[in-house]
């Protein structure tokens, strides 16, 4: 673990600090340990559920056809790409 040298200063009300004051001294932790340890875990659980990508079977099921099929490309894009071979002459 790397050593800690940055500083983090936050207000609070009373409560929540006696709140964590409580819950530090049943996990035998200091408070700043308690709050570092707590904020370590929400922020790699937020990470994890911004990268986390989840589908129902149904959409499953079409995600895995979609990506075994050949690309086949839609009119609008058909027709640009058409339009892009008449446009460019090469070398």
Not at 54 to 59: A, G, I, P, T, W
Request: aromatic content about 4%; proline content about 4%.
């Amino acid at each position: 673990m790397a050593v800690a040298s940055d500083r983090l200063d936050l207000k609070l009300s009373s409560d929540d600090k006696q709140l964590l004051i409580q819950a530090a001294a049943i996990e035998g932790l200091s408070l700043a340990a308690f709050v570092r340890s707590a904020a370590r875990k929400q922020a790699r659980e937020a990470i994890l559920r911004e990268r986390e990508l989840q589908l129902s079977q149904r959409d499953f099921a079409a995600f895995q056809a979609a990506i075994h099929e050949p690309f086949r490309p839609s009119p609008p894009l058909e027709e640009a790409l058409q339009r892009v071979r008449s446009e460019v002459r090469r070398a």
